[in-house]
């Protein structure tokens, strides 16, 4: 039987949901690229209503309702990065907000794609597993909706907002922690001790607290760029990190649609830098 159960790349069926969510995406891309701008944008928002209404349907499954209530309500919640994603994106996606539509596409891509390639929660269940199905789904929805949704041309990036995006991204952890703390008031949610709190290996929260235990090789990578000091505070050890790496990846992600105005940019720049040097040459002279 061991056959059957998801395992990280070691399993056929791994490998074979990997396949199928890029195999979504590339039929969603060709089946709606002709179609009309309407279509293309009922249909987006179809997969993201969907999305939020089975984030919630999920407690029928007997994985979820054997937990108890009201315990097994904290799965519905802001919970975590992707939690948050699917439950925000429907309205953000009808939002004018251009900036949490960047936050669409920026963290959904990334958070869709590492969930997808990295799916913890789900090692160990027998590929069949309804969790298993519906955690691809949801997954998939995150990164391939805010995708087409930008080459569709449905939304357009500018990079100049990309400080904005680390803002919201910050708010958003600040959310997490807030959801958790209501629902421990709440009683919804035990919590032995305030160490039990803030450990990683024990809340899902978006690495809002920290890397688990078992990701200490990966924070190493990163956790340079915070100073000592900040290592063990909430959310304030992510500031450096993501400005440094968060904002890298997007300047990355986004310079296939905005590489001529980044280029008109730096030949504005470096004009500017000319002109003023032009100015402090003439004044020079006239001395």
């Not at 159960?5 to 891309?29: E, P, V, W």
Request: net charge positive.
């Amino acid at each position: 039987m061991e056959f059957i159960k998801m395992k990280l790349g070691t399993s056929l069926f791994y490998y074979i949901y990997i396949i199928l969510c890029a195999g979504a995406f590339a039929a969603l891309y060709f089946g709606l690229r002709h179609k009309s701008e309407k279509t293309k944008y009922r249909a987006l928002y179809g997969i993201l209503a969907f999305n939020f209404v089975l984030h919630f349907l999920k407690l029928a499954l007997p994985y979820y309702y054997e937990r108890g209530f009201p315990e097994v309500l904290r799965k519905c919640s802001f919970e975590n990065i992707c939690a948050v994603s699917t439950l925000v994106f429907p309205f953000a996606y009808l939002s004018k907000c251009n900036s949490i539509k960047d936050y669409m596409f920026y963290l959904g891509v990334i958070s869709g794609i590492i969930g997808c390639v990295a799916p913890m929660p789900v090692i160990g269940l027998p590929f069949y597993h309804p969790e298993v199905i519906r955690y691809y789904i949801c997954h998939a929805s995150i990164w391939t909706v805010p995708l087409l949704m930008v080459i569709f041309g449905i939304h357009k990036l500018d990079y100049r907002r990309i400080w904005k995006v680390i803002a919201i991204y910050f708010g958003v952890l600040c959310l997490i922690i807030v959801n958790e703390i209501i629902l421990i008031r709440l009683g919804w949610v035990s919590t032995s001790s305030f160490e039990e709190f803030f450990d990683p290996s024990e809340r899902d929260m978006g690495y809002a607290i920290g890397f688990p235990h078992e990701m200490q090789k990966i924070a190493s990578f990163i956790i340079w760029l915070t100073p000592k000091q900040w290592r063990n505070v909430p959310i304030l050890w992510e500031l450096f990190p993501v400005i440094v790496f968060g904002g890298l990846y997007m300047l990355f992600l986004c310079s296939y649609w905005e590489h001529e105005h980044i280029r008109r940019d730096i030949n504005s720049f470096i004009d500017k830098i000319k002109s003023k040097r032009k100015k402090n040459n003439c004044s020079d002279d006239d001395v």
